[in-house]
């Protein structure tokens, strides 16, 4: 089993192996960076398009995730860095959204280019009129271009960050439910050890004993039938004890 020092390096280390897998899956569907970049502008639109739908594909990401957990997977030194997290969880997802970003990039770069030929060419032959009105068309295309592109851009930067805060969510549940799980197994070992009646007993039994103290200080005079049950059930308490001492 490996072992780390923080769990931020953990992490790291185990999404750049995930990371690596999931992108030779990607390669396998299409999505080759070699390929990519000798694509048209039309045929990257339609590969944004069908990573959109990968993205939305819960079968997809359930089958290519995967999760580390602490001393089953990993021994971490510093216990204080995990803040409570026994583990994390890694999905194709992140390499889906870092592909779009990458569509995305040569698309831009395409169109853009694209543009300023056009806009260059025109501008060799400014003197007519009718091609200076073409000239401010074609800008303004660009301009609106320039603005539709960050807006996708914000919108893919959105999905990476909501990824993010569901691989949170996930880490900090599973931690939450690790503890819940161990604070569980204590109360089964006590109550393993002990009897219900034993317990009840108990908490019976300091009830009395703190509302007898009570009236006596107070001057509250109790029923003999009160403290006959007080004797009773200490005295049951007693012979518990001794029954087990000569067992063991």
């Given at each position: 089993m490996r072992k780390f020092k923080t769990f931020d390096t953990t992490r790291e280390y185990y999404e750049e192996l995930s990371f690596k897998e999931f992108e030779k899956i990607l390669d396998k569907m299409?999505?080759?960076?070699?390929d990519l970049k000798y694509l048209s502008s039309e045929q990257l639109r339609n590969k944004l398009e069908e990573l959109d739908n990968l993205l939305k594909n819960k079968e997809l990401n359930e089958k290519h995730s995967t999760s580390y957990f602490e001393n089953e997977d990993y021994i971490l030194e510093d216990k204080r860095s995990a803040k409570n997290r026994v583990g994390f969880y890694i999905s194709i997802e992140t390499n889906l959204i870092a592909k779009k970003k990458e569509v995305f990039e040569l698309l831009k770069s395409i169109e853009r280019d694209d543009k300023i030929d056009s806009v260059s060419k025109l501008v060799k032959n400014i003197e007519n009129k009718d091609l200076q009105t073409q000239l401010t068309k074609e800008l303004k295309e660009l301009q609106q271009?320039?603005?539709?592109?960050?807006q996708e851009e914000k919108a893919i930067d959105k999905e990476f960050n909501k990824i993010n805060l569901i691989?949170?969510?996930?880490?900090?549940?599973?931690s939450r439910l690790d503890i819940f799980d161990k604070k569980s197994q204590i109360w089964l070992k006590i109550l393993a050890k002990e009897s219900i009646a034993s317990i009840l007993g108990g908490v019976i039994l300091f009830i009395m004993t703190v509302s007898l103290l009570v009236s006596m200080f107070i001057g509250i005079k109790t029923t003999s039938i009160i403290e006959n049950a007080f004797l009773l059930i200490l005295g049951?308490?007693?012979?518990?004890?001794?029954?087990?001492?000569?067992n063991e």
């Amino acid at each position: 089993m490996r072992k780390f020092k923080t769990f931020d390096t953990t992490r790291e280390y185990y999404e750049e192996l995930s990371f690596k897998e999931f992108e030779k899956i990607l390669d396998k569907m299409g999505f080759s960076s070699k390929d990519l970049k000798y694509l048209s502008s039309e045929q990257l639109r339609n590969k944004l398009e069908e990573l959109d739908n990968l993205l939305k594909n819960k079968e997809l990401n359930e089958k290519h995730s995967t999760s580390y957990f602490e001393n089953e997977d990993y021994i971490l030194e510093d216990k204080r860095s995990a803040k409570n997290r026994v583990g994390f969880y890694i999905s194709i997802e992140t390499n889906l959204i870092a592909k779009k970003k990458e569509v995305f990039e040569l698309l831009k770069s395409i169109e853009r280019d694209d543009k300023i030929d056009s806009v260059s060419k025109l501008v060799k032959n400014i003197e007519n009129k009718d091609l200076q009105t073409q000239l401010t068309k074609e800008l303004k295309e660009l301009q609106q271009q320039a603005g539709k592109f960050a807006q996708e851009e914000k919108a893919i930067d959105k999905e990476f960050n909501k990824i993010n805060l569901i691989k949170e969510e996930l880490e900090l549940s599973r931690s939450r439910l690790d503890i819940f799980d161990k604070k569980s197994q204590i109360w089964l070992k006590i109550l393993a050890k002990e009897s219900i009646a034993s317990i009840l007993g108990g908490v019976i039994l300091f009830i009395m004993t703190v509302s007898l103290l009570v009236s006596m200080f107070i001057g509250i005079k109790t029923t003999s039938i009160i403290e006959n049950a007080f004797l009773l059930i200490l005295g049951y308490f007693f012979g518990q004890a001794v029954s087990k001492n000569k067992n063991e």
